[in-house]
């Protein structure tokens, strides 16, 4: 696999796989936390002073296509942070020389910061030194001319929380008088990691049978349990829209049209089940979410960047889904997040 040695760009760096043929995705590099965030106690850090969460400063570098760099979307989106902190997006392909920019391309835009042609170029400056794979999301400091952070989990929870006086009323986590505790988001993110958010990555990029299938054992019964868990309650986490639920739905929204297929986690579809297709076309249906979902990158991407796990290049044409059907979430109660009327 692809990734950066002492600065310098490597093709054969590391093995995403282990010795018995399964997943293991590698650490972030960059963990630095902008003053004001509400650090989780699972995290060993502390907010850095030096990164003031001022509007214009931040500028988060995505792909469309990249469940981990949707969430930072999907945040910035429902916050309201859209004229606070600018976006690059990068090429759904991803070849040998990783994430690059293709301004021409639909969807995509050029990097108005450092004209790079790269992603690459963004780590190296920041530490000219960099030993550690190139991945989205990036927040990138303008003031100190630097990479932030580059853990989708962490920018998320920055997003939520240090940027309040930036954006609208809306908030991703439960409030100080809810039943629900901040608490129970990140436990329940914790536990929809390793067998949902990773695990369709597990399945596909194993290696060896019982890799697989016991990733596909984990990936099913994790989706059979939430989806009896979303029979009588509208969201992950207590009665509004928080961030686990985000982390569930940019999984959930590429699973039938990618994992499905290129991934071979084909015991179901989430459009078969019962409860989590409803639940996901909720919050599809939320605003500020939709367009957020670009399913061409996600497509492209997927099919023609894997070459171990689907070697033609040939992008799946299916399912046609009806994201716009009424979904009935309503009568569970709850509250799906509804901006100032300023905003």
């Not at 310098?8 to 650490?27: H, I, L, M, V």
């Not at 995505?62 to 902190?85: F, K, M, N, Q």
Request: hydrophobic residues 35%; charged residues 25%; contains cysteine.
């Amino acid at each position: 696999m692809n990734q950066l040695v002492d600065g310098e760009w490597r093709t054969d760096a590391y093995e995403a796989t282990d010795e018995d043929g399964s997943f293991q995705r590698g650490e972030t590099g960059f963990r630095n936390w902008i003053a004001g965030s509400d650090v989780p106690d699972h995290v060993d850090a502390e907010p850095d002073e030096r990164f003031q969460p001022e509007a214009g400063r931040y500028h988060l570098y995505v792909s469309y296509a990249c469940p981990w760099a949707h969430r930072t979307l999907l945040a910035r989106s429902l916050l309201g942070l859209e004229d606070a902190i600018d976006v690059s997006v990068v090429d759904p392909y991803r070849g040998e020389d990783g994430w690059q920019f293709t301004p021409e391309k639909a969807g995509c835009t050029p990097d108005p910061l450092h004209d790079s042609d790269y992603l690459r170029e963004l780590y190296v400056a920041a530490d000219p030194n960099a030993t550690c794979r190139v991945t989205v999301p990036v927040l990138w400091d303008t003031e100190e001319e630097t990479i932030v952070n580059n853990e989708s989990r962490e920018i998320l929870r920055m997003l939520s929380t240090a940027f309040d006086d930036l954006g609208n009323d809306v908030s991703l986590l439960p409030d100080a008088g809810d039943e629900a505790t901040v608490a129970d988001v990140d436990e329940v993110i914790t536990e929809i990691y390793e067998p949902v958010n990773n695990g369709v990555y597990r399945a596909g990029f194993a290696k060896s049978q019982d890799a697989y299938d016991e990733a596909i054992d984990d990936l099913f019964g994790a989706l059979d349990r939430w989806n009896d868990h979303l029979a009588d309650q509208r969201y992950l986490v207590g009665d509004s829209l928080t961030e686990a639920d985000i982390c569930m739905f940019t999984t959930l929204v590429r699973f039938d049209q990618v994992y499905h297929t290129h991934f071979m986690c084909n015991r179901t579809f989430v459009h078969q089940y019962e409860h989590l297709w409803p639940y996901l076309r909720d919050l599809y249906q939320t605003a500020g979410v939709a367009e957020t979902v670009n399913m061409a990158h996600i497509k492209e991407h997927y099919y023609t960047t894997h070459p171990d796990v689907t070697p033609s290049g040939i992008i799946a044409r299916g399912p046609d889904l009806d994201w716009e059907a009424p979904h009935d979430r309503d009568r569970l109660g709850g509250e799906a997040p509804t901006p100032t009327a300023d905003d």
